[in-house]
């Protein structure tokens, strides 16, 4: 009876290459990738000993240069069979610790004593001592009551708007320039009857008008980066903080590219200008200046609390595997014990800007070129050179501010810089300022409705 009614069943299943309905949207959406000349791709190199250079084959260096070179109307790269070093200036090790000795010890005795760690997420079996330890570390360095680990930064972003901000009486107060996991927050929150109000880019007037605007009676988070990643500023700190205590929102700060990087003893922008103590909410990871990975939240034992029972990303989760969380703990120990590598960092910076006659800021430091082609095709000349500096264009940056994006590492040398500097004046270029770029019309708030749809 079974076998028959087996045999009457019409068969529900269908292999992968028979669902033509999915195939054929696949394949229009990568093909309209295609056509916008916005397909990425990947370009697999090989390690070195420095955290700042990769030995890539030639086969895959042309590869990657003609695909810039399509795009941009430049001339193709010339066959070889010679691979060769590449100057990375497109990563956020900006503390070099990714292959710092005592960094790699640290991972590598994690790794042989106790493999990955309990693989469960942390409520359920996977929190152990060597992650309790690195939350008080952290929380030691951010200068607040306790820590949340995060399996990333983003995961930390997206705990902290989508758990904060639901219900209606949640108001998100973001800058427009925020990060897309920051973003993906809002739009979580908004889902969960959450209400956002986008400000333009550090304009504290622009953020007052809409507190000003806004009911006493709701619960009020202003988010924002500390350190905007295309953009290479700072947040307007002093200023976040004079409305905080005139409004009485909530601060988060995301200091993704800033911890370890600015302030005194590696605290952060927050730390950097002085305001720390009246940030409510740090969050961080651990792939960028800590050399490892993972995320972070900083706050009260309350906020933690919170996080770990309602932010969704930390809940359903597996914790982080120790030989991250033992990285990024000894990463905090180098640099407390060496404090000059930070010196080293911001001499880069200021050296950089010297040669090329930019205004610099921090590590990252925007070469606003204005037009697409030409930023592609200035990647292109300076990867065939040796140098990995990436283009950065639209949808990421507002239409006409294309830009090469550097990032300096305390890994870079003195004489990596100078090499670098004589490359990108060869290319011939014109600087836009960044102050004129921020202040364009380029540059416009989005509504709450227009950034729910993005």
């Not at 009486?169 to 956002?196: K, M, P, Q, W, Y």
């Not at 919170?306 to 595997?321: E, I, Q």
């Not at 120990?333 to 010297?354: T, Y």
Request: charge should be negative; proline fraction near 4%.
């Amino acid at each position: 009876m079974l076998a028959q009614d087996a045999q009457q069943r019409p068969t529900a299943h269908h292999s992968a290459g028979e669902n033509t309905q999915w195939q054929r949207w696949l394949s229009s959406s990568v093909c309209k990738l295609e056509s916008a000349n916005l397909l990425r791709t990947l370009h697999p190199v090989s390690t070195t000993l420095s955290p700042v250079e990769v030995e890539i084959s030639h086969s895959t260096l042309k590869e990657w240069h003609d695909s810039i070179a399509d795009i941009s109307g430049s001339e193709h790269l010339v066959d070889s069979q010679v691979s060769m070093r590449l100057k990375l200036f497109s990563l956020n090790d900006y503390m070099g610790l990714s292959q710092h000795p005592a960094i790699c010890k640290a991972a590598a005795e994690a790794a042989t004593h106790c493999g990955m760690g309990p693989r469960s997420s942390a409520l359920v079996g996977g929190y152990t001592q060597m992650h309790q330890d690195l939350e008080t570390s952290l929380a030691a360095l951010k200068g607040t009551e306790d820590c949340l680990l995060f399996s990333s930064g983003f995961a930390a972003n997206l705990a902290v708007v989508s758990a904060l901000c639901q219900g209606p009486e949640a108001v998100i107060f973001s800058d427009e320039l925020n990060h897309a996991s920051i973003i993906d927050g809002c739009r979580l929150a908004i889902r969960s009857r959450g209400a956002l109000q986008v400000y333009r880019h550090n304009d504290m007037a622009h953020l007052e008008q809409l507190l000003a605007a806004c009911p006493s009676t709701k619960r009020k988070l202003v988010i924002t980066d500390s350190l905007f990643s295309m953009d290479g500023d700072f947040a307007d700190l002093p200023g976040l903080v004079c409305l905080r205590r005139q409004y009485g929102f909530a601060l988060a700060l995301d200091e993704a590219h800033a911890t370890l990087v600015a302030g005194h003893a590696g605290g952060g922008a927050a730390e950097m200008f002085g305001v720390a103590d009246e940030v409510d909410i740090h969050i961080g990871t651990l792939s960028k200046g800590f050399g490892s990975h993972g995320g972070f939240v900083a706050g009260s034992s309350l906020l933690k609390s919170f996080l770990m029972n309602k932010g969704r990303s930390y809940v359903f989760s597996t914790a982080l595997p120790l030989p991250a969380v033992a990285a990024a703990q000894a990463a905090i120990h180098v640099c407390h014990q060496e404090p000059e590598r930070r010196q080293n960092l911001w001499e880069r910076v200021q050296q950089l800007g010297d040669l090329l006659g930019v205004a610099v800021q921090s590590p990252v430091i925007p070469l606003v070129v204005g037009d697409e082609a030409t930023a592609l095709a200035a990647s292109a000349q300076l990867l065939k050179k040796g140098f990995h500096v990436p283009a950065i264009r639209p949808p990421t940056v507002p239409k006409n501010t294309s830009r090469l994006r550097v990032s300096l590492s305390a890994a870079h040398t003195a004489e990596d810089v100078r090499r670098l500097a004589e490359a990108i004046q060869e290319c011939n270029l014109h600087f836009l300022p960044m102050d004129q770029v921020l202040s364009s019309a380029a540059t416009r708030a989005l509504s709450s409705k227009a950034l729910s749809k993005l």
